[in-house]
C-alpha cells in the first residue's frame, strides 16, 4: 500500500497525506469536479475515447439538482412558446436516443393536458403539439391526439375539463441515471472519487495542479490528494460560478441565475399510470405523474434563489402554489397533511435578462478559458437539462478535442447504458426482458424482481450474484431491501449512508419507518467499517 501512494506522490503523516514530491502526483488527461449528470456524462464519454479521467464530488452522486428533478426525460413542450426551438429539437432528439440506451432506467409516458379556454385557444395547443410531434424523427412514442374527457374512463378531473389531448415523453429515474454513467465511466478506467471536494486548483507548467480532500466519514476524513490534469472541468451545477471565484480565484465569464424547482408526493392520486400536464393562470405548467407504483409527483415551480445550493427546500409559497394547481383541475382534493415528502432543487440556468424566472432559457453555455500559455484549458458548463446531458458531453469533448486530439471519435448515441445491455432477444424491450428473468429467477417475488429489474437491468445478475433463494438475500431491513442489494450498492455504487440508497438508489425512502432507517444506517456504518483499512485502495484504484 505504502508503495501505491508513493507512485502518485503522497505521504502519509498521522493520517493525512503531504505532497513530498509534486511532479510524482498522477497525470490525467481531464479532471472533472461534480458528480452530477454533466459531471459523469463527460467522464462516461471521455473514458470512452480513451482518456484517462478522474471525477471527484464533495458529497454523493447526483446528491444534489440531478436528484431533484421532475423525473422526466422530455423536449419541453411549454418551450415552444418561449421559441426555444433549436432546445426542444435537440431534446425530442436525445429523448429518442436515451430510450435506446437505457430502456430498464427511461419508460414512455403518456401526459393528457386538458384544454382550459380562459389559458390557451385549442388550436394553439394543437400546433405546439403537432410541432412537438415533428420537430425531430420521432421513433418509438405515439404521436398526439385530442382526448375527449367526458368519455374517458376513471376520469379524475372535475368535469368543467370537458377535453383534452393526449401526448408522449418519458420518465426516467434521475439518480440511477447519473449512477449508470459513473458505472460506465469506472469500466472503462475512469475513477471516481466520492466525498472528495476540490479544495483548489491552479495553473502551472501547462498543467492543473489540483488538490483534492477526502471528506469521507471514516478514520481517513481529511485525506489530502494531489493530482496533475491536462484539462479541468467545473460541472458543479448551481456552484459552477462561485467555484471559479472561490476555488480557482478567478473571475466567472458567466452569471449564474439560480431558479429553484419545488416538488412533493402523496399517495395516488387516481389509478391509472397516465401523467398530467396542468395549466396555470400565470402561464406556467405543474406536472403531476406516478411515482413508483403507490405514489403521485406533483411540481415543479420556479422561484429566484439566492441561498446555499445545499440548503434549498421547498417553501410554503411553493406548496400552497402546487396544491391550488392541483385542487383546480382534480376532482379529489389535496392539503398540505396529504403530503409524503417535499423537495427542492436548484437548477443553475445562465442569466439572459429574462424578467421571470420561468422564462430563462434551460439550454447550455459552455465556457473554455485558457491559460497564459494557451494551455490548460478550463471547461465549464452552465446550464443545462438532464435530457440533454449526452449530448452537451459529446459537444465538451468536441470543444477540447484541439487539446488532447488523441481522444477516439463520438460513440455514446449507438452503445447502451451500464445495464442497459438488455439480451438480443428482447431487442430493447423492457417487458420482454424482464419476463425471461423471471425464468431465470422463478423464486424471486414478481414485484420485487420488477423493482430490482427496472433499477439494475442487466446488471442484475451482478446483483443477486449466487442467491438461489430468498433466503440467500440475507436480512430484511423493510420494503423488500435486502441485505445482497445493500452490500452490493456499498461495494459498488458509492453508497454510504441509507439516505444515498433509499432517496436515491432505490427510491424506497417512503415506506421506511425511522426505527428501520436506523438500521439500515448501522448496518451500512458496519460494512463500511469492515472495509476502512482498504479504503485508501480504494479511493486510489477507482474501485468501490
Known amino acids: 500500500m505504502v508503495e501505491s501512494l508513493f507512485y502518485r506522490g503522497k505521504f502519509l503523516d498521522g493520517g493525512k497525506s503531504m505532497v513530498d514530491d509534486e511532479s510524482m502526483s498522477e497525470l490525467v488527461d481531464l479532471l472533472i469536479v ?38 422526466l426525460i422530455h423536449g419541453g413542450l411549454r418551450y415552444l412558446e418561449h421559441w426555444h426551438f433549436r432546445l426542444v429539437h435537440e431534446a425530442l432528439v436525445e429523448r429518442e436516443v436515451l430510450l435506446r440506451k437505457a430502456p430498464h432506467l427511461i419508460q414512455p409516458q403518456r401526459f393528457i393536458l386538458p384544454h382550459r379556454p380562459h389559458l390557451r385557444p385549442r388550436w394553439l395547443i394543437r400546433t405546439g403539439l403537432f410541432l412537438y410531434d415533428h420537430l425531430a424523427k ?65 495553473r502551472r507548467g501547462g498543467l492543473w495542479h489540483v488538490t483534492l480532500e477526502d471528506g469521507a466519514d471514516s478514520s481517513h476524513r481529511g485525506l489530502i490528494l494531489q493530482y496533475r490534469a491536462k484539462v479541468l472541468i467545473n460541472a458543479t451545477g448551481p456552484w459552477a460560478q462561485s467555484f471559479i471565484e472561490t476555488r480557482l ?132 458548463v452552465f446550464g443545462g437539462k438532464i435530457t440533454t446531458y449526452r449530448k452537451l458531453a459529446e459537444t465538451a469533448l468536441a470543444h477540447l478535442k484541439p487539446f488532447l486530439p488523441e481522444m477516439g471519435a463520438d460513440w455514446t448515441a449507438e452503445a447502451a447504458l451500464v445495464g442497459g445491455e438488455l439480451s ?44 438461489s433463494a430468498m433466503g440467500d438475500m440475507g436480512r430484511c431491513f423493510g420494503a423488500d431491501l435486502y441485505q445482497r442489494e445493500v452490500e452490493y450498492l456499498v461495494a459498488k455504487e458509492w453508497a454510504r449512508s441509507s439516505e444515498d440508497i433509499l432517496w436515491r438508489r432505490s427510491k424506497l425512502g417512503l415506506y421506511f419507518k425511522q426505527a428501520e432507517v436506523e438500521k439500515l444506517d448501522a448496518f451500512v456504518r458496519e460494512l463500511i467499517q469492515c472495509d476502512d483499512d482498504d479504503s485508501y485502495g480504494v479511493k486510489l484504484s477507482g474501485l468501490s
Open 34 to 71: 461534480g458528480g452530477g449528470i454533466n459531471g459523469v456524462g463527460i467522464a462516461a464519454d471521455a473514458s470512452g475515447r480513451g482518456l484517462s479521467v478522474l471525477l471527484c464530488e464533495q458529497g454523493d452522486l447526483a446528491g444534489a439538482t440531478s436528484s431533484a428533478s421532475s423525473k
Open 138 to 202: 420521432r421513433g418509438q412514442l405515439p404521436a398526439s391526439k385530442g382526448l375527449p374527457l367526458l368519455a374517458h374512463k376513471n376520469n379524475p378531473l372535475q368535469n368543467k375539463l370537458t377535453h383534452a389531448f393526449q401526448y408522449f415523453d418519458c420518465k426516467v429515474d434521475d439518480a440511477r441515471l447519473v449512477v449508470a454513467n459513473a458505472l460506465q465511466a469506472q469500466q472503462q478506467g475512469a475513477r471516481i472519487l466520492t466525498r472528495t471536494a476540490c479544495q483548489s486548483a491552479i
Open 249 to 380: 480565484k478567478q473571475p466567472s465569464p458567466q452569471d449564474i441565475r439560480l431558479v429553484k424547482g419545488s416538488h412533493f408526493v402523496v399517495k395516488a392520486l387516481y389509478t391509472g399510470d397516465q401523467a398530467y400536464l396542468l395549466q396555470n393562470d400565470d402561464d406556467r405548467i405543474v406536472f403531476v405523474i406516478p411515482f413508483g407504483d403507490d405514489f403521485t409527483l406533483v411540481g415543479t415551480t420556479d422561484r429566484e434563489y439566492s441561498g446555499d445550493p445545499a440548503d434549498v427546500a421547498m417553501d410554503g409559497e411553493e406548496e400552497s402554489y402546487l396544491l391550488q394547481a392541483v385542487n383546480d383541475c382534480f376532482t379529489r382534493q389535496l392539503s398540505s397533511k396529504d403530503i409524503l415528502w417535499r423537495y427542492a432543487g436548484v437548477r443553475p440556468l445562465c442569466d439572459d435578462d429574462s424578467v421571470r424566472a420561468s422564462e430563462i432559457s434551460r439550454d447550455y453555455i459552455l465556457e473554455l478559458g485558457l491559460g497564459d500559455d494557451a494551455k490548460a484549458p478550463l471547461l465549464s
Open 424 to 467: 438480443s432477444q428482447s431487442e430493447g424491450d423492457f417487458d420482454q426482458w424482464l419476463q425471461s428473468q423471471a425464468y431465470c429467477y422463478p423464486w424471486l417475488p414478481m414485484a420485487l424482481l420488477t423493482r430490482l429489474g427496472r433499477a439494475y437491468g442487466s446488471q442484475l445478475g451482478e446483483v443477486l450474484a449466487d442467491a
